[in-house]
């Protein structure tokens, strides 16, 4: 399929899609114009599955792996049960000051806690019982970021990852290091017995698994 085509089909998918919150919308385009990667903040479509699965899922523990500006948190935050919580990890501060300023004071927020650390590190130290979580971190940890979360997440858990075709560099031999980790992170969830496994081609892959 032609780029052009699929741009037009992802923009026909955006406009009959009901729309972010305005917060949300502030919060991308403060990304796109003061981030120097604007591309690693999860789109509307990708934002909006996210909430959707969210508000299915009704978590009362979310893990958000990868942060960034705070905006697929936010995002999760909106499908929580009562009194629930979303714990985002985010290895730098350097995007702290564009999210302090669109998301303090946004009460959906207020559920959201923030942690600035390595997510093997921070994973390691947070053993919750987690019901839905969103990896998005840097490729070549995802397999050691599934071997920590697999004893860490309840039946019926729902497991959502991104860039799992990793731009279809997992199609083409050889591998890059990110390429492979990305792999073994496909093949991992395939061969285990813990996971029902889909890939989906969304953006640049997501794969969603259920925990048995």
Excluded at 168 to 186: C, I, W, Y
Aim: hydrophobic share 40%; aromatic share 8%.
């Amino acid at each position: 399929m032609e780029s052009s085509t699929l741009r037009s089909m992802y923009a026909y998918c955006e406009q009959w899609s009901h729309p972010e919150s305005e917060i949300l919308h502030q919060l991308e385009r403060d990304t796109f114009l003061n981030t120097p990667t604007p591309q690693m903040l999860s789109g509307k479509l990708q934002g909006r599955m996210l909430s959707f699965l969210s508000q299915l899922k009704r978590p009362h523990l979310a893990l958000d792996i990868g942060g960034f500006t705070g905006y697929s948190a936010r995002c999760i935050a909106e499908g929580l049960s009562a009194g629930g919580t979303v714990h985002s990890i985010e290895i730098t501060d350097d995007y702290e000051h564009i999210r302090r300023r669109n998301l303090d004071g946004d009460p959906i927020a207020e559920n959201i806690v923030w942690h600035h650390a390595d997510a093997i590190e921070c994973i390691s130290k947070l053993d919750h019982p987690w019901d839905f979580v969103f990896v998005d971190a840097a490729k070549s940890q995802y397999p050691a970021i599934l071997k920590l979360l697999e004893p860490r997440m309840k039946a019926g858990a729902l497991l959502v990852a991104d860039n799992v075709l990793w731009y279809g560099k997992v199609l083409s031999e050889p591998m890059d290091a990110e390429t492979k980790a990305v792999h073994l992170f496909n093949q991992q969830l395939h061969d285990s017995p813990a996971w029902q496994t889909i890939v989906l081609p969304v953006r640049d892959g997501w794969s969603l698994s259920v925990r048995r």
